[in-house]
């Protein structure tokens, strides 16, 4: 009988190690009402470790944002949602790209008037620890009420114009940046993308409205180093106010503002910012600046010591202009990059340019490329670089200069180059790449 009650009884499959630990029990059960109960700090690194990799991706930020720090969760959250993740653009962190990716998002398609604007000033607890740069390539305008319910037919008079005016603004950025305490880039493209058959010229105006609010906004944000404005139809009236606003800017570094509709005055306003300020980048490439607003930049880059490069490709300088950056940098010792691309210049520039080459011993890089320097211009060029011993770019494509000269200067360029080269393999900078 002994025997039978034994066979009954004994399951042949039954093992201890089917048991569940009773730590395993609990974490399953932690991670189960997290949402309720976010336990997390008080727990063991491993027992952290493994509660967070049960946990959903799905849970409320308002639960996850500030409890988990945990890399890998953030990166199930970024992959789940996006099909490219770059994380190096991100410092290599996982949870700055879901938070600024995140914001971003929700920005582009805010719509002024309709959207609730608790839906991003909730966000800010949230997020604030964690955002260092936004990039927003849209900005929508508001809804408009059918401008056709009235009787008499519409026409595109100034009327209609400051109508328009005001009633295309847009998100105004200010509570949310001024209240992000480590934002350190934002790129801006007051555009939008896809309006399908909603069609407006309306729709691509970055406003005076817009522009005071931005400019009060980045005045604001005191640890901003790179700010980006392009592709925004920015005219002369909008660049002085925000040139104003960003002077004596105690960090701003980079300032990008190519693709726009700068002209002179505008120029004239940044010339006094360059001076004014420690900038050490300005793009201004394809807007409308002529010689007079050359001659501006050219002061402030000659009173400037903080300048390391200029970007004017796509303008109309000319020769009057090209000539002023050139008297600028025989005493500027800042400057090692330069772009005058596409610029209408000749062989004036590239005299005043012959002594800067001889006597500038910061500039690093020149481009001249797609001008009419001609074959004097070239010989002159030459000349200037005969003991020039610091310059390892001169970009001379489509500038009208005889071959062989190209190829003796470009000579000159390529053993600069590699003297750099050399020297830095011999004493290896400490400095980060």
């Keep these: ?12 499959s039954w093992s201890l190690v089917t048991v569940p630990h009773l730590t395993e029990l609990c974490l399953q059960h932690i991670a189960h009402n997290f949402e309720k109960n976010p336990i997390l700090s008080n727990l063991l690194p491993e027992h952290q470790k493994r509660v967070v990799e049960k946990l959903s991706t799905s849970l409320p930020l308002t639960v996850t944002a500030n409890t988990v720090s945990h890399e890998e969760y953030w990166k199930r959250c970024c992959m789940e949602r996006w099909q490219v993740c770059d994380v190096s653009n ?12 995140h914001l971003e998002n929700i920005l582009k398609f805010i719509i002024p008037n309709t959207t609730d604007p608790e839906q991003v000033l ?4 949230l997020c604030k620890g964690y955002v260092r740069k936004l990039e927003i390539n ?7 009420e059918d401008p056709k319910e009235e009787s008499h037919d519409v026409s595109d008079t100034e009327e209609d114009a400051e109508i328009s005016e005001g009633y295309m603004r847009h998100y105004d950025l200010k509570e949310l940046i001024t209240a992000l305490p480590h934002l350190e880039e934002l790129h801006l493209i007051y555009d939008v993308k896809s309006c399908g058959m909603n069609f407006e010229w309306n729709l691509f105006n970055f406003t005076e409205l817009d522009c005071s609010n931005l400019a009060a906004a980045v005045k604001m944000c005191r640890n901003l180093k790179v700010f980006k404005l392009t592709r925004s ?3 002369d009236d909008k660049i002085k106010l925000l040139a104003r606003n960003l002077q004596n800017h105690p960090c701003l570094l980079e300032l990008d503002l190519s693709h726009n509709l700068i002209r002179d005055s505008g120029a004239q306003a940044l010339g006094k910012l360059i001076s004014h300020s420690k900038l050490e980048i300005l793009d201004l490439c394809n807007n409308q600046i002529c010689h007079l607003g050359a001659q501006a930049l050219a002061q402030g880059l000659a009173e400037s010591s903080t300048l390391t490069s200029l970007n004017l490709r796509l303008n109309f300088v000319e020769d009057k202009g090209g000539e002023a950056i050139g008297r600028a940098l025989l005493t500027n010792n800042s400057l090692k990059c330069l772009h005058l691309g596409s610029n209408n210049l000749s062989e004036p520039t590239a005299a005043v340019f012959s002594q800067v080459l001889a006597q500038n011993t910061t500039l690093t890089s020149i481009n001249f490329s797609c001008n009419h320097l001609g074959l004097d211009g070239g010989k002159q060029l030459l000349e200037g670089l005969a003991n020039n011993k610091t310059l390892t770019e001169l970009d001379l494509r489509h500038a009208e200069v005889e071959q062989e000269t190209d190829f003796l200067i470009h000579e000159i360029v390529w053993a600069n180059r590699e003297a750099v080269r050399l020297a830095s393999l011999q004493h290896p900078t400490t400095e980060p790449l």
Aim: with cysteine; aromatic share 18%.
């Design 1 to 12: 009988s002994f025997y039978t009650r034994r066979c009954i009884t004994e399951d042949l």
């Design 90 to 101: 991100y410092g290599d962190s996982w949870k700055r790209m879901f938070f600024e990716r």
């Design 122 to 125: 909730e966000l800010i607890p």
């Design 138 to 144: 849209q900005f929508l305008p508001p809804l408009r």
């Design 233 to 235: 139809k920015v005219d």
